[in-house]
T-cell receptor
Framework: ETGVTQSPTHLIKTRGQQVTLRCSSQSGHNTVSWYQQALGQGPQFIFQYYREEENGRGNFPPRFSGLQFPNYSSELNVNALELDDSALYLCASSSRTSWTEQYFGPGTRLTVT | GENVEQHPSTLSVQEGDSAVIKCTYSDSASNYFPWYKQELGKGPQLIIDIRSNVGEKKDQRIAVTLNKTAKHFSLHITETQPEDSAVYFC???????????FGQGTILTVHP
């Protein structure tokens, strides 16, 4: 069984730029959720994708957007990067029968300078 | 929205002792109660979970207990080992689509 994978591992961007992060879900899982984890804090829910559509969203501005592909992999896009966007971005996959039981990838560390 | 609080924020125990972390939540609609373990440089790992129709669940050295009336659930680790040292998060869920609301985390240190 293949676990959740994310790329890249680390990324450094400049304020105002745009970034795309990628996630491959665990085999057999068709739902992907994205979380932002600031240093020293718990992860915060950004949004969830199921059947290539946004299935729920947290309190994040529209410059955070996502995509899900037919193979269930997903992308997180962030436009107009701000310094406060520096964080660990986590992807979690789950199955249609249990959206709540979520398995996380290792994350992408984004630094905005 | 859901408010989640974990206590204590740090916990230091000797190897072999027990550790208990408590999570209090506010949303009475919450019906799924997981605990995650996060080691340095890694993503959170689901270690145990419980649903609202069950009061207690055990898996070897770890257990979770739920008190829905009082809106809290707890993680119990017995016979702690140094490899249990990590940050532990509770993340109750009260939405139909599976939004987890994480607590601030508890840093557990197990001294050999």
């Amino acid at each position: 069984e293949t676990g959740v994978t994310q790329s890249p591992t680390h990324l450094i961007k400049t304020r105002g730029q745009q970034v795309t992060l990628r996630c491959s879900s665990q085999s057999g899982h068709n739902t992907v959720s994205w979380y932002q984890q600031a240093l020293g804090q718990g992860p915060q829910f950004i949004f969830q994708y199921y059947r290539e559509e946004e299935n729920g969203r947290g309190n994040f501005p529209p410059r955070f957007s996502g995509l899900q592909f037919p193979n269930y992999s997903s992308e997180l896009n962030v436009n107009a990067l701000e310094l406060d966007d520096s964080a660990l971005y986590l992807c979690a996959s789950s199955s249609r029968t249990s959206w709540t039981e979520q398995y996380f990838g290792p994350g992408t560390r984004l630094t905005v300078t | 929205g859901e408010n989640v609080e974990q206590h204590p924020s740090t916990l230091s125990v000797q190897e072999g002792d027990s550790a208990v972390i408590k999570c209090t939540y506010s949303d009475s609609a919450s019906n799924y109660f997981p605990w995650y373990k996060q080691e340095l440089g890694k993503g959170p790992q689901l270690i145990i979970d419980i649903r609202s129709n069950v009061g207690e669940k055990k898996d070897q050295r770890i257990a979770v207990t739920l008190n829905k009336t009082a809106k809290h659930f707890s993680l119990h680790i017995t016979e702690t080992q140094p490899e249990d040292s990590a940050v532990y998060f509770c993340a109750p869920c009260g939405t139909s689509y599976g939004k987890l609301t994480f607590g601030q985390g508890t840093i557990l240190t197990v001294h050999p």
